[in-house]
């Protein structure tokens, strides 16, 4: 089965940053993306930024310009650097890939890590 390691959450201040990471292991057919997801309390889990195996990026509107996501490839890893963080960028960060579970599958498959934790004080 296909696991999730994240890494990164932490506790900084307004203005700070942090640089989360995000590995896929164990015996995978194909992904094709690979992205970050948060959620506050009380609220849906929403996508912060998810980047294909091509390169193309997608942020939330909320965090363009602040947050960058990148990726490499070959190790299945995603990263999310983020920058000038505010107290409601606060939330559990998922990691999630998206690919085929095996060759005959047609639809995409969504994996999730177990989340990390960032909290930004005011």
């Known amino acids: 089965q296909v696991q999730l390691v994240e890494s990164g959450g932490g506790l900084v201040q307004a203005g700070g940053s942090l640089r989360l990471s995000c590995a896929a292991s164990?015996?995978?057919?194909?992904?094709?993306?690979m992205g970050w997801y948060r959620q506050g309390p009380g609220k849906q889990r929403d996508m912060v930024a998810t980047?294909?195996?091509?390169?193309?990026?997608n942020y939330a509107d909320s965090v363009k310009g602040r947050f960058t996501i990148s990726r490499d490839n070959a190790k299945n890893t995603v990263y999310l650097q983020m920058h000038s963080l505010k107290p409601e960028d606060t939330a559990v960060y998922y990691c999630?890939?998206?690919?085929?579970?095996?060759?005959?599958?047609?639809?995409?498959?969504?994996?999730w890590g177990q989340g990390t934790q960032v909290t930004v004080s005011s």
């Open positions: 999630n890939a998206r690919g085929r579970r095996s060759i005959v599958s047609t639809a995409n498959y969504d994996y």
């Open positions: 164990g015996i995978i057919f194909s992904i094709n993306a």
């Open positions: 980047i294909t195996n091509g390169g193309s990026t």
